[in-house]
C-alpha cells in the first residue's frame, strides 16, 4: 500500500522528528536525497548547467544545499532568487562551493532545472515572479526536478490554480503528499522519487492510500477446490434498453471476466439480443415487466448502463435496491437515483461509480469544481449520500465514510472512450457478488480496469470490449507482481 498524507500531517510529523535532531539535520537529508537523484538524471555532474528556482521558504533550502553538493562535483549551478527573502545559510554554503547567483535568463539554457520556488508551505496559485518562472522552467529543453512538490500544485489536493511546474521527477521528502497521486497534480508531478528523511515513525493515518499491485493480488478471490459456481458468487446485471443495446453487453463482458461462478443479466428485449449472441456464458431473463421477481438469487447487483431514465427503468431500478444485497449503481441509473434519492435508503451496501458529470447531478456541485478537487467531492458525495464511491476520470478515487480515500494509480488516457466504464462496473460487480466490500471492490476493480486499459490499449486506440478482454491478462499480472 503506498500512502499520502496532507501538508498538515507532514510539517505534523515534521516537527516531532525535528526536535530530536540537530538544526537543520532534516533539510541536509532531504537535499542528500535530491543531489542524488539529480546526479543520477545528469550521468556526468561535472561542467554540467543546472539552474535552482529558489522561493523563500525551505523548499528553497532544500534546493541552494542540493546546489552546493553537485557545484562541489564541478556542476555549474546557479541560483535564480524569486522570493522577497532566501535561506540564508543555504545561499552561503551555495556561494562557498562555487555557485552563483543569477537572473531567470539561465533557466532556458539549463541540462537541469531544480524547482525548489515552494512546496508544502503554499497557499493559493502562484504569485510573481514564481508563476512566470514555473512557465520558463515548462518552456526549457533541461529535466525539471521538482523539490517536494512541483510549485503551483496544491500538496494536500493536489489543486491547480493558475501556473504550475511540470516535473520530469519529483523528489518527495519523507512520505508522499496526497496531491502527487491525484490529478491535476499527479499529471505534473512526473515520476515521484521518495526520499527517505527519517519520518516514517512520526505519520499519522494516511490521508489516502494507493493500492499496488500485490495490495490486489491479496485481495482478490480466488476458487478454491471446494469451490462451485454458486458459492463463488451469483452477479445480477440489470442494464441496457431498446436504445442503450450495448451498455448491457460490455456490463455483462467486465463481469464474465470478473471471476463471479454466474453472472445473470435481466432486461428488456433488444439487449436481451445482443446479450444472448455475444454470451452464451451468461443466464438471461427478458423482462416482461420491470421486476426481477425470476431472474434467480445474486449476491450482488449492477445496476445501471444504459437502462434508460423512463418510468419503466425507475421501477427496475427500485425492485433492484429494495433487495438485501449490495448494489453497484452507475449511469443511467445514477441519473434515477439523482432525480429520487430515497431509492438509496436501503440497509444494504451501495457503490455508486458516477464520472465528474454525474457526480455533478447527484451532490449538485459544478462539473469542473469537482475535477478541480476530486477527493473533496468524492468524500463529501460518500458522506451525504452514506454510500461508497468510486469517483471516474484521469485519476479514480474511491471514498467511503471513515476510510482513507483510496487513489487508483494505474490507466490510460487510452481508457477515455465510450463504454469503458460499463466494462468496469461489470468487473466491479463480479467482485462484490464475490463478497468484497464496496471499499475493495471499487479500489481492486479500477486498479485492474487500468491495468487492462493500458494492456488493450499498448499505445493505440482501444474499444471498451478489449478492455473486458484484457481483464484475465491484468490479474496474471499483478498475480506476477506479487510473486
Ligand atoms: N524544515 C525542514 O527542516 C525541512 C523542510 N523541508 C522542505 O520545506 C518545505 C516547506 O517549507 P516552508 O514551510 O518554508 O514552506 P515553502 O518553502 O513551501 O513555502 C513558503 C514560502 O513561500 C511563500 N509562498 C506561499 N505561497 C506562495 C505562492 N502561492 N506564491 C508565491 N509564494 C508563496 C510564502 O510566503 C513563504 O515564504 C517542504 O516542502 C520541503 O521542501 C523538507 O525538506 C524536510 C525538512
Ligand atoms: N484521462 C483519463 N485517464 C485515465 N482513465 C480515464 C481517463 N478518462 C476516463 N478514464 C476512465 O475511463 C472510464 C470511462 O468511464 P465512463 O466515463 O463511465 O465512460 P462510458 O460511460 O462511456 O463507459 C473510467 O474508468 C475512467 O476512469
Ligand atoms: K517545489
Not at 20 to 26: C, K, M, V
Not at 121 to 141: D, F, I, T, V
Not at 342 to 352: K, S, T, Y
Amino acid at each position: 500500500m503506498r500512502t499520502a498524507y496532507t501538508a498538515d500531517q507532514i510539517r505534523g510529523a515534521e516537527h516531532a522528528l525535528m526536535a530530536r535532531l540537530p538544526e537543520g539535520a532534516l533539510m541536509q537529508r532531504a537535499a542528500a536525497g535530491l543531489a542524488a537523484v539529480c546526479a543520477d538524471l545528469l550521468g556526468r555532474v561535472y561542467g554540467r548547467r543546472v539552474v535552482l528556482l529558489v522561493g523563500s521558504g525551505d523548499n528553497g533550502g532544500d534546493a541552494l544545499y542540493a546546489g552546493e553538493r553537485l557545484a562541489r562535483r564541478g556542476a555549474r549551478v546557479e541560483a535564480v532568487l524569486a522570493g522577497s527573502k532566501t535561506h540564508e545559510a543555504g545561499l552561503r554554503a551555495l556561494l562557498d562551493a562555487g555557485g552563483r547567483v543569477a537572473d531567470g535568463h539561465v533557466v532556458e539554457a539549463a541540462d537541469l532545472i531544480i524547482d525548489g520556488l515552494v512546496g508544502i508551505g503554499a497557499s493559493g496559485a502562484l504569485r510573481e515572479p514564481y508563476a512566470r518562472l514555473a512557465q520558463e522552467a515548462n518552456a526549457a529543453r533541461g529535466t525539471v526536478v521538482a523539490v517536494d512538490v512541483p510549485s503551483g500544485v496544491d500538496a494536500s489536493s493536489g489543486r491547480v490554480e493558475g501556473a504550475a511546474v511540470r516535473a520530469g521527477v519529483t523528489v518527495t521528502m519523507g512520505a508522499y503528499k496526497t496531491g502527487l497521486l491525484v490529478d491535476p497534480g499527479a499529471a505534473v508531478a512526473g515520476r515521484v522519487e521518495l526520499c527517505d528523511i527519517g519520518l516514517g515513525p512520526y505519520l499519522p493515518d494516511p490521508d489516502v492510500a494507493a493500492l499496488t499491485g500485490r495490495d490486489v493480488d491479496g485481495l482478490l478471490p480466488r476458487p478454491g477446490g471446494e469451490s462451485d459456481k454458486y458459492r463463488r458468487g451469483v452477479l445480477g446485471v440489470a442494464a441496457g434498453s431498446d436504445l442503450f443495446t450495448g451498455a448491457a453487453v460490455l456490463a455483462v463482458g467486465g463481469a464474465l471476466r470478473g471471476g463471479a461462478g454466474m453472472v445473470r443479466y435481466a432486461g428488456r428485449e433488444a439487449p436481451v439480443a445482443q446479450v444472448r449472441a455475444q454470451w452464451p456464458e451468461a443466464v438471461v431473463t427478458l423482462l416482461d415487466e420491470p421486476s426481477i421477481e425470476h431472474v434467480g438469487r445474486v449476491q450482488a447487483w449492477v445496476l445501471g448502463p444504459g437502462l434508460g431514465t423512463d418510468a419503466w427503468a425507475h421501477e427496475l431500478a427500485a425492485r433492484v435496491l429494495a433487495t438485501d444485497v449490495p448494489v453497484l449503481v452507475d449511469a443511467d441509473g445514477l441519473t434515477l437515483v439523482s432525480r429520487d434519492p430515497g431509492l438509496l435508503r436501503r440497509a444494504a451496501p451501495v457503490l455508486i461509480t458516477p464520472h465528474a458529470g454525474e457526480l455533478s447531478r447527484l451532490i449538485g456541485a459544478d462539473r469542473a469544481a469537482i475535477e478541480a478537487a476530486r477527493l473533496e467531492h468524492a468524500r463529501r458525495a460518500a458522506a451525504e449520500l452514506g454510500v461508497t464511491v468510486l469517483l471516474k476520470g484521469s485519476t479514480t478515487v474511491v471514498a467511503e465514510e471513515g476510510r482513507p480515500a483510496r487513489v487508483n494509480v494505474t490507466g490510460t488516457p487510452w481508457l477515455a472512450t465510450g463504454g469503458t466504464g460499463d466494462v468496469l462496473s461489470g468487473l466491479a460487480g463480479a467482485l462484490l457478488a464475490q463478497g468484497l466490500s464496496c471499499y475493495d471492490a471499487a479500489s481492486c476493480a479500477a486498479f485492474l480496469h487500468g491495468v487492462a486499459g493500458g494492456l488493450a490499449a499498448d499505445g493505440a486506440p482501444l474499444a471498451a470490449a478489449d478492455v473486458a478482454t484484457a481483464i484475465p491478462a491484468a490479474m496474471r499480472t499483478v498475480a506476477e507482481a506479487a510473486r
